[in-house]
């Protein structure tokens, strides 16, 4: 099965075989092939299911994806993902852009051991990590169950916001607004599957459907992102939502190999390291 953009003023083109998906850009519908005709199906014009079969798996144990992607120095960003894990027991990292001293801005997304919980911590360039109580022991956080889920945190200067699954009611699943004062300066690359430049905290789990934004995402965006819990293209072919960095975890990329690409067109993709690797849905 293949997945193609077309538009209604232009034929799709000759499909390979049955379940050839074909995108309208202009009208967000869906045609696929039925092996003679092409079924069209309707969207809410909001958000548009992707066709999603692969993720990025590590097994804690030493491996990782690093890119060459810097935040910029804006005040105000947001991070998007899914997430799989059962692991309680360690500390890992989700992803990271932590220095090694307090020489520079940066964050950590982390989970403490015996919990399934997180915390987002936060550099502001002179003071390491100043709101590490951020998500600390909240129930409301704690994901690590085996299922998939939606995780979104954004910084916008002075708060910290966590999401998880499209959030609460319209609002945060958590909000930490003490001792915020992330002024960009970041200097160590975003790195995923372990704690920055630190070879520490590695990553016993899946991710998929990285996205990073320049600028705070806000409920009704982060809403249409979750989907009801099925992933969306966030790109300039679904919700167009400018991400600053956009990784599909294997599903741009056919399903194999060591690089993850980066569609959104800044050319930051992801290099897998040690046992990381692009996995099927639904396998092992």
């Known amino acids: 099965m293949s ?3 077309t538009t209604t003023s232009t034929n799709p083109p000759t499909p390979t075989g049955v379940g050839d998906m074909f995108f309208e850009t202009d009208t967000n519908n869906i045609l696929i092939w039925d092996g003679s005709n092409f079924q069209t199906y309707e969207s809410d014009g909001v958000s548009e299911t992707v066709y999603n079969s692969y993720s990025l798996d590590f097994d804690g144990v030493g491996d990782y994806g690093s890119t060459n992607y810097i935040p910029s120095d804006s005040t105000a960003f947001s991070y998007s993902f899914w997430t799989k894990s059962s692991d309680t027991t360690n500390n890992m990292a989700w992803l990271a852009t932590s220095p090694s001293s ?4 940066g964050f950590r997304v982390i989970t403490p051991s015996n919990t399934r919980a997180f915390y987002v911590l936060v550099a502001n360039g002179s003071a390491q990590y100043l709101n590490n109580n951020a998500g600390g022991q909240d129930a409301s956080l704690a994901i690590r169950d085996g299922n998939w889920h939606h995780v979104v945190f954004t ?3 002075t708060a910290v916001k966590i999401w998880i699954d499209g959030g609460s009611n319209g609002s945060p699943n958590y909000t930490d607004t003490s001792t915020i004062s992330y002024v960009g300066n970041v200097t ?7 704690n920055g430049e630190h070879d520490s905290y590695y990553f016993n789990g ?3 459907e990285i996205a990073t934004f320049e600028y705070e995402l806000n409920a009704a965006q982060i809403s249409n992102i979750y989907n009801g819990g099925q992933p969306v293209d966030v ?3 679904g919700l167009n939502l400018s991400p600053s960095g956009y990784w599909r975890c ?3 990329d056919g399903g194999t190999g060591s690089t993850v690409s980066d569609i959104s067109g800044n050319g930051n993709d992801i290099t897998l390291s040690g046992n990381a690797s692009i996995k099927a849905l639904g396998s092992g």
Not at 102 to 105: A, I, T, Y
């Open 155 to 157: 910084i916008n200067g």
């Open 3 to 5: 997945k193609l953009n």
């Open 250 to 252: 294997g599903d741009s």
């Open 188 to 194: 160590q690359p975003l790195i995923f599957g372990k």
């Open 102 to 105: 307090g020489n520079g801005g």
């Open 206 to 208: 899946e991710l998929d």
């Open 235 to 237: 790109g300039s072919n």
